[in-house]
């Protein structure tokens, strides 16, 4: 059965730092579509970065300040944040499925995707001013 946790999540000053973790099970990385979505109070659920195939998409919100990277021993993704904002405080998700999903019948590259089928329970961030 596929499950993913996230952890890291906490409270930190603005311009500090916080690394997220989703620990997969179930699968492995590799053929997977994986993605980090945020969702703040009173706002959409907004993509933050897609991975999954040859590259890594970000959300032009957090380019630059954002890293993810994988170890593919402990089937774990990572997302590393910088310079972190006030605006970049959420509820963190840490969502999964296979590459080769179809949504009615059509496959979609990972970062066109929004609905994955796995979620993590999420992480919150709160970053203070």
């Known amino acids: 059965q596929v499950q993913v946790v996230e952890s890291g999540g906490g409270s930190v000053q603005a311009g500090g730092s916080l690394r997220l973790s989703c620990a997969a099970t179930?699968?492995?990385?590799?053929?997977?579509?994986m993605a980090w979505f945020r969702q703040a109070p009173g706002k959409e659920r907004e993509g933050v970065v897609y991975t999954g195939g040859d590259r890594i998409y970000y959300a032009d919100s957090v380019k630059g300040r954002f890293t993810v990277s994988q170890d593919n021993a402990k089937n774990t993704l990572y997302l590393q944040m910088d310079s972190l904002k006030p605006e970049d405080t959420a509820i963190y998700y840490c969502?999964?499925?296979?590459?080769?999903?179809?949504?009615?019948?059509?496959?979609?590259?990972?970062?066109?995707?929004?609905?994955?089928?796995?979620w993590g329970q999420g992480t919150q961030v709160t970053v203070s001013s």
């Open positions: 969502a999964t499925e296979p590459r080769a999903t179809l949504y009615g019948g059509v496959w979609y590259p990972c970062q066109e995707r929004r609905e994955f089928r796995y």
């Open positions: 179930g699968y492995t990385l590799s053929g997977y579509c």
